[in-house]
């Protein structure tokens, strides 16, 4: 074993001139050659965060590698709660070191080595690998469907490719002024639902929508929404101006409705100015309290009627918890489910954590089979953290 520091610049060279599939390999082959590690695989989580797959590097001695595994209730699952690395006897005189693998608080996935002979400064080193794997990863699945694959533990429906295709790449970020994480959990037969963010120098910018219809054509529906509201946020747009470009696709290029939220967060302040489109409202808890934002309502997006829409205010505080959904969180067998409660109780958790908890809950009142897509995004605001006003969530 010949240990050493990890070389950052030598990994990212080397994973730069590998082909893209092969990010796992890149950093097993480092681990093998500095602490002797005998086994390394990567463990995907699926995309709604229910299950793990495993990707073992090449030539790794892995009894399953492609296996599926729970994630609820495992290690694993304590290892991206928590965002601490743990380790556990193997059962043949090695260890099992499990790393987080995450960017931004996005959870990718773990790192699993197993190595005969681990210290504080070999758990250090593989943290590192695990920081610099999630950064690799980023970059080459933008060339391999290698790690979209990995993400999938069920038969995806054309619908479904389109609808997975609108979202943002990584379902959560965390930054100084905030922390978001969004869950999309598809019915059986997609129903148009979406969300999207993006962050500026200045403002977050967020969005959710929901097509009206089902399977390809409320997929179809959300593509020319979706199109319509990145194309004017990316001239520049505010939330109102976006509203009427969304209106008037839809208007133009089909007979489709859809309900949505826009939101612009402005960084400094905390001022949040949103448009609702027919929307159900969102939530917001604050100083422990959970209570619906009273908000005016608009006309959906594409009703063929003489429609304005109105730029409505919020101020946003340090310690706020915003959380915005569709109506598939709400109806039908979902109803059983008392989302506020469900909110005040989860309110310790990481947003990403939160969110699994209130998808997972509609899940299992509607006993596995969703007749509307549920779609949750949760806003925790920090404000300046520099500030003596700032409050921070654990």
Not at 277 to 289: S, V
Request: proline share 4%; glycine share 8%.
């Amino acid at each position: 074993m010949e240990g050493g520091d990890l070389e950052l610049g030598e990994v990212l060279a080397a994973a730069e001139a590998a082909p893209p599939g092969e990010s796992v390999d890149v950093v097993a082959h480092d681990l093998q050659k500095r602490f002797g590690a005998e086994r390394v695989s990567f463990l995907f989580v699926d995309l709604i965060g229910q299950r793990l797959v495993r990707l073992s590097a090449a030539g790794g001695e892995v009894d399953d590698p492609g296996e599926s595994l729970s994630l609820r209730g495992s290690v694993y699952d304590d290892v991206l709660q928590s965002q601490r690395q743990q380790v556990e006897a193997d059962g043949q005189g090695g260890q099992c070191v499990i790393t987080p693998v995450t960017n931004r608080g996005d959870c990718i996935g773990v790192l699993e080595v197993t190595l005969q002979c681990v210290d504080d400064t070999v758990l250090r080193q593989v943290r590192e690998a695990a920081h610099a794997l999630a950064y690799i990863i980023v970059t080459d699945r933008r060339f391999t469907d290698l790690y979209h694959l990995g993400r999938r533990t069920t038969e995806t429906s054309l619908a479904a490719e389109i609808q997975h295709q609108l979202l943002p790449s990584a379902p959560c970020c965390e930054a100084e002024q905030f922390t978001l994480a969004a869950g999309l959990v598809p019915a059986d037969d997609i129903g148009g639902d979406t969300y999207d963010y993006t962050l500026d120098r200045d403002t977050l910018h967020l969005s959710i929508t929901d097509a009206m219809g089902h399977d390809t054509n409320s997929a179809l529906l959300a593509t020319l929404l979706v199109g319509a509201l990145r194309r004017s946020r990316r001239s520049g747009c505010d939330a109102l101006k976006q509203a009427h470009h969304a209106h008037q696709a839809l208007l133009s290029h089909s007979r489709g409705l859809a309900t949505g939220q826009l939101l612009c967060v402005d960084l400094g302040t905390g001022r949040c100015d949103l448009v609702n489109a027919g929307h159900p409202r969102p939530l917001l808890m604050r100083d422990g309290a959970v209570e619906e934002v009273h908000l005016a309502v608009n006309l959906p997006f594409g009703v063929s009627a003489p429609t304005s829409y109105r730029l409505q205010e919020l101020q946003l505080r340090p310690g706020d918890r915003l959380v915005l959904l569709t109506d598939g969180m709400q109806e039908r067998g979902a109803a059983a489910v008392d989302l506020a409660s469900l909110v005040h109780d989860t309110r310790t958790l990481h947003p990403r954590e939160a969110v699994r908890s209130l998808t997972a809950a509609v899940l299992a009142a509607c006993h596995g089979n969703l007749r509307d897509d549920a779609t949750v995004l949760i806003v925790d605001w920090h404000g300046d953290r520099r500030g003596s006003a700032a409050t921070d969530r654990p």
